[in-house]
């Protein structure tokens, strides 16, 4: 895409996205041009709030009267939930958002498209989980999306795993039942055939593998949310072991539409 993002000015929509950290984040530029492409005077900016302040920066958002949308990542899916009005049922039932804008009273109508993104960049990369046996590492936000997108996209099994347990039993149960076998699983990789990263591991330097990479075994499918870098520790050990993969700006492009056409009301 490559529309250009007009100059703002005092008729400019906003759309905002809130994240701690923020640097890593792709939607900026790319959902601004998606706005100009369908002639919408309209940008998307980010803002770096602390989880603490979280709570303090929507009441004072929900006043301003040219802001109308926003996104969300890390680590504030499940917190903004709990700002929404209205909820869509994916989301209702994950209890988790990326994207709210807002209902006619001004108050907050709120969604989840990580699943969807990753279901779609899998495909993309030649992946397919019907059928399939698959760990997820990760049972926050956007874990708990894209382990609904893949149970009901047809998986086999779906092996959960979590430091933290109670979420990572939460999403059991909540997926259990759906046509796929699920349950608790560790971060051995090996007797699966999709392996999918939604934790922040491998966002900073030095940080530890979300999984035992020694396990992958060539053709084993591996994705990873993380959108900076592009190529995380992970990924690389998985191409290195003849793995294919799909990677977080994969995962964002695949909803990129998909996110500019909810924000719009489309």
Not at 219 to 246: K, N, Q
């Amino acid at each position: 895409m490559s529309e250009t993002i007009p100059a703002p000015d005092g008729a400019t929509r906003l759309f905002l996205i809130l994240g701690d950290p923020i640097a890593q984040v792709k939607a900026p530029g790319g959902i601004s041009r998606a706005f100009a492409a369908r002639g919408v005077h309209a940008m998307m900016l980010p803002l770096h709030i602390a989880a603490a302040d979280l709570r303090a920066c929507v009441a004072g958002l929900s006043r301003a009267r040219n802001l109308d949308g926003l996104v969300v990542t890390v680590p504030h899916k499940i917190a903004m939930a709990g700002h929404c009005a209205t909820l869509s049922p994916r989301a209702r039932l994950l209890g988790s958002v990326n994207l709210l804008r807002r209902n006619p009273d001004g108050s907050w109508h709120g969604d989840m498209s990580d699943g969807e993104g990753m279901l779609a960049a899998i495909r993309a990369a030649g992946g397919s989980p019907r059928g399939q046996r698959a760990l997820l590492v990760g049972a926050g936000g956007a874990g708990s999306a894209i382990g609904l997108a893949l149970v009901d996209a047809g998986l086999a099994a779906l092996a959960i795993h979590d430091a933290e347990t109670a979420r990572r039993d939460r999403l059991v149960a909540l997926l259990g039942g759906r046509g796929a076998a699920v349950g608790a699983g560790g971060p051995d990789p090996r007797g699966y055939d999709l392996v999918i990263n939604a934790t922040p591991a491998g966002m900073r330097p030095g940080d530890p593998l979300p999984i035992a990479a020694e396990g992958l075994a060539p053709g084993t499918f591996v994705a990873d949310v993380i959108t900076m870098p592009e190529e995380t520790p992970l990924l690389a050990v998985a191409r290195a072991r003849g793995c294919p993969t799909a990677t977080g700006v994969d995962m964002f492009k695949a909803q990129q539409a998909l996110i500019a056409d909810f924000l719009l009301g489309a």
